[in-house]
């Protein structure tokens, strides 16, 4: 069972000043398949926590290991998607989807269902031939989530994925997001600072508060999977809304 485990993690920012203690001892384990969301004010280090299981800042105490090993730097087996569109603007929808796999040095044949069934899966299959410049904001983001999994790495890293979209684009991404997460089952780290996204996607929503950044706490979400909009207006996720609500306030 793979797993995704940060022990004592630090990160410390090398600045003209002096040493920024960004985040402080993280500790969490994260098992293979499981839909996690990193949730906390802006700056207290959520960012900084992702890019450290990127590979993209250096841990400079504890460790991240995966499958009982120590990452050292970026790899393949962990995907990121970003805020900000990545899709390249020379690149049709299912080029762009291709990309990956063709860096992987797929054949043709291998590519193409893959291609397929993922652009099938968000939606995007009659327009596969269009180029991004095309596309909305929304269909360009389905872009990018059809070829981080795609990749097929072992995890996908999230950093606000819907941060810019409007409410009706976003919700229904959150539900493309969970279809593709259903149908692959990686394990996803997503950071969001929306309450009702992190409760709407995730099995368990970390709390972060900082800087320096610290887990404050771990919230199980108790709704079962496959999950639809209207749970968004029962009692339950209105209870846990509040509870998580109550987490973020500072106090
Ligand atoms: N590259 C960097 N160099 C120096 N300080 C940074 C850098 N990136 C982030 N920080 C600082 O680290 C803290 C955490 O930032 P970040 O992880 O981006 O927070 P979040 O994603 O939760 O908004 C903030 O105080 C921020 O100013
Ligand atoms: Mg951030």
Not at 60 to 76: F, H, Q, R
Not at 100 to 106: D, E, I, W
Not at 169 to 186: F, N
Request: proline content about 5%.
């Amino acid at each position: 069972m793979t797993e995704l485990v940060l022990r004592n993690v630090d990160v410390t920012y090398k600045m003209k000043k002096g040493d920024f203690k960004a985040v402080e001892n993280i500790n969490l384990e994260i098992s293979k398949g499981k839909f996690i969301c990193l949730i906390g004010r802006s700056g207290c280090g959520k960012t900084t926590t992702l890019h450290a299981i990127a590979g993209l800042n250096p841990v400079s105490n504890g460790e991240i290991l995966l499958d009982n090993k120590t990452l050292k730097g970026p790899g393949a087996d962990r995907g990121m998607v970003f805020q900000n569109d990545s899709v390249f603007p020379w690149l049709t929808v299912a080029q762009n989807v291709a990309f990956g796999l063709r860096m992987k040095g797929l054949k043709k044949s291998e590519i193409e269902p893959v291609v397929k069934h993922y652009l099938e899966l968000v939606d995007l299959w009659q327009s596969r031939n269009l180029y991004p410049r095309e596309l909305s904001g929304g269909m360009k983001k389905r872009v990018d989530l059809a070829r981080s999994f795609a990749n097929d790495p072992e995890i996908l890293l999230m950093d606000e994925p819907f941060g810019s979209l409007d409410a009706m684009t976003k919700e229904a991404l959150q539900v493309a997001i969970l279809q593709l997460w259903g149908e692959t089952h990686k394990t996803v780290i997503f950071i969001t600072h929306d309450v009702e996204e992190a409760l709407f996607l995730s099995e368990k929503t970390v709390v972060m508060e900082g800087p320096p950044g610290r887990i404050k706490n771990i919230m199980d979400i108790p709704f079962d999977y496959p999950r639809d909009v209207s749970l968004k207006l029962s009692p339950e996720f209105l209870k846990c809304r509040a509870k998580l609500m109550d987490q973020l306030i500072i106090k």
